[in-house]
């Protein structure tokens, strides 16, 4: 239903608790999402954002409980990507003069996109709009986390439309932060970051600075996906700038795939040995765990190891996909370690060692790899591979 989050200003998006894979099923969202859009009534009315394609109907019969569609002046597209401005093309059939409102970069994503003749208008940071008895303020985001995202502030009521920053892939029933499981928020909000922005942690620190510097007093901070910051709403904002530092837990996550339970015995072993060290670690079998699961954990440890049986001349095709979202994420203030088990060619290691080198991941040691099965002797070395690992990650 629509929710009225200040004087004539309301949230007319959408919940989709049914949606278990987003961004072309590249990323786990095993809460739901939302798809959230803003409508702003003073002498202009303003749409920030709409929803993604599939649930127009839906956005625009909730946008009509509020105001006749074509009275709507202006149309602020923060971003472009399809899950925020997909049903642009339906509401710009219902309100065809009105202006779309884009940054610099949106003024060429999102001709690319819809390649329709809507008037368009620039802004850059720190522009205003006067839409009556309040402004909007703009600010530029760039790669946060495409080029053409931005920002906008409605004054006087304080509140700061933040796309794609300080959102969750989170469906509740409720808009606000202080109505939903502060738990799994946190664990939304974590993943969130954790799978997307990581890789632009150095820009968020820069725009927090940039935004706190304006000293625009914030009561809400409203992002397109999830629940809306009301109480403390800068409590997310300082929980990113702790995120984007990137300092790791003392712990270890340990990461392996295996054939005939080899190389799982070996991770076991080496579990151990780093746990007779004092350093908690998690093991998760590759083939079984959720890749954006394990980012999560990947992100909060120190210390990665990866392991697998040698096959094909490298390392089985589940580790593949993790191996590469770790490059992609461009994970800091991390030390890697590989090992696996082989019965002829034995490249496993090294592959995975190289791999660490593509994630400019340090090598704490050099790798551990067993032939055959291990036996007696060999737990013993990956234990002791283990104890040798801990000493590594606490001088780091």
Request: charged content about 20%; glycine content about 8%.
């Amino acid at each position: 239903m629509v929710t009225e989050l200040a004087k004539g200003v309301y949230w007319v998006g959408v919940t989709d608790w049914g949606i278990r894979k987003f961004h072309g099923f590249e990323l786990s969202v095993h809460r739901g999402t939302t798809y959230n859009a803003y409508l702003i009534q003073d002498e202009k009315t303003v749409l920030v954002d709409t929803v993604w394609g599939p649930h127009a109907a839906e956005f625009v019969a909730r946008l009509k409980e509020v105001v006749d569609p074509s009275t709507i002046d202006y149309v602020v597209v923060n971003h472009a990507e399809p899950d925020h401005s997909g049903s642009l093309p339906e509401v710009m059939r219902l309100c065809p003069n009105a202006t779309v409102v884009v940054s610099k970069n949106g003024a060429v994503s999102v001709p690319g996109h819809y390649h329709a003749p809507w008037k368009l208008q620039t802004v850059k940071t720190g522009d205003r709009l006067n839409i009556g008895k309040h402004d909007l303020v703009f600010l530029e985001a760039t790669m946060l986390h495409w080029p053409d995202t931005m920002f906008t502030y409605l004054t006087g009521h304080n509140i700061l439309f933040s796309n794609d920053g300080f959102g969750q892939h989170y469906a509740s029933a409720f808009r606000y932060n202080d109505q939903v499981c502060q738990e799994e928020l946190y664990e939304e909000a974590l993943k969130y970051y954790a799978n997307i922005l990581t890789p632009f942690s150095d820009r968020v620190l820069k725009k927090i600075d940039e935004i706190l510097a304006l000293n625009l007093p914030v009561a809400m901070i409203a992002p397109s996906h999830g629940v809306i910051w009301r109480k403390d709403p800068l409590q997310i904002v300082k929980q990113y700038q702790e995120w984007a530092v990137q300092k790791p837990r003392r712990s270890a996550v340990i990461v392996y795939d295996t054939m005939w339970n080899a190389t799982e015995r070996m991770a076991k072993a080496i579990s151990e040995g780093l746990t007779e060290s004092g350093v908690d670690s998690k093991v998760f079998h590759a083939a079984l765990t959720d890749t954006n699961d394990l980012m999560v954990e990947i992100f909060k440890a120190g210390l990665v190891v990866i392991g697998s049986c040698t096959h094909n001349n490298g390392y089985l095709p589940s580790l593949g996909q993790i191996l590469e979202e770790m490059r992609g994420l461009r994970f800091r203030n991390k030390i890697g370690a590989a090992f696996g088990s082989y019965g002829w060619s034995g490249e496993s290691v090294k592959e995975i060692e190289e791999h660490f080198k593509r994630c400019s991941i340090p090598l704490a040691r050099e790798g551990i790899r067993v032939k055959w099965q291990p036996g007696t002797a060999e737990i013993g070395q990956c234990r002791e591979f283990g104890r040798q690992l801990a000493g590594s990650l606490k001088q780091g």
